[in-house]
């Protein structure tokens, strides 16, 4: 059965059955397009996220990229596909705050094998903070 846009919004959108990590780093989903291949998210860290600097450690910005890249890929099929990554690279343009983020992930191509993906993350005035490109797997959506 494929989802519609709102049955997405609302699997997206209920916090509890978030992946425990998609909980950790504050996953909030705020848009996206099938059509378009890509989602806006909200990522909130926590203070223990902070480096010695106090700003967000990289590990941490990769993974929030790499959430908004997956659920970019995972929404263009409609949640019937997870994309487990294969290769990702990733670079830090400005110190990102301890302070709500938005993630934008899109799907660059999807192909049979092989997906390829983009991501951007942006502090709250609009600052690109770093950019990240991926190759993930396409699989069928467990459950």
């Known amino acids: 059965m494929e989802l519609d846009d709102d049955a997405i919004r609302t699997a997206l959108g209920d916090r509890a059955k978030h992946p425990p990590s998609a909980r950790l780093l504050g996953f909030e989903l705020i848009d996206f397009s099938v059509e378009g291949g890509w989602a806006e998210v909200a990522f909130t ?10 700003t967000v450690q990289g590990g941490f910005i990769c993974a929030m990229l790499d959430d908004a890249m997956a659920v970019a890929a995972t929404v263009s099929r409609r949640l019937s596909i997870i994309v487990p990554t294969l290769q990702m690279s990733i670079t830090y343009l400005r110190p990102t705050p301890i302070a709500r983020v938005i993630a934008r992930g899109e799907v660059l191509r999807f192909g049979t094998s092989s997906v390829a993906l983009h991501g951007v993350l942006r502090d709250a005035g609009g600052a690109a903070l770093a950019i990240a490109t991926a190759t993930a797997v396409p699989r069928p959506f467990p459950g």
Do not use: T
């Open 45 to 54: 860290p926590r203070p223990e996220f902070a480096n010695p600097a106090g």
